[in-house]
């Protein structure tokens, strides 16, 4: 269920005033997401640079912000990555 909050500031006349409308949707806090994630190939042959940089980034921040309100401590995420399968001594699915 999708918490929506909508607030309306009303003048001493019951009208609303300039730039008073507000609606918020917040997902619950116990939600559990699936992201799935992958990196392209990239021309000037970076691509491998920027995953493993983006890998160490994950492994380093484990508690992310990826929405607003940091000051009610809404938007912040716990994430993790899955552990990468072996496939004929190949590692697979990066990520």
């Known amino acids: ?3 929506r909050t ?3 500031k009303l003048n001493e006349h ?3 005033t300039d730039g ?3 609606y918020e949707e917040a997902i619950p806090p116990d939600t559990l997401m699936y992201f799935p994630w992958g990196v392209t190939t990239q021309v000037n042959g970076t691509a491998q640079e920027h995953l493993d940089d983006f890998q160490q ?3 380093e921040n484990s508690l992310l912000q990826i929405g607003g309100q940091e000051s009610l401590g809404r ?3 716990q ?3 899955a552990p990468q399968k072996e496939s004929n001594g190949k590692k697979e ?3």
Do not use: A
């Open 1 to 3: 269920k999708i918490n």
């Open 79 to 81: 994430q993790w990555m």
């Open 6 to 8: 909508v607030k309306v």
């Open 75 to 77: 938007g912040f995420v």
């Open 20 to 22: 008073s409308f507000r």
């Open 14 to 16: 019951k009208v609303v």
């Open 93 to 95: 699915g990066k990520g």
């Open 57 to 59: 980034l994950l492994k």
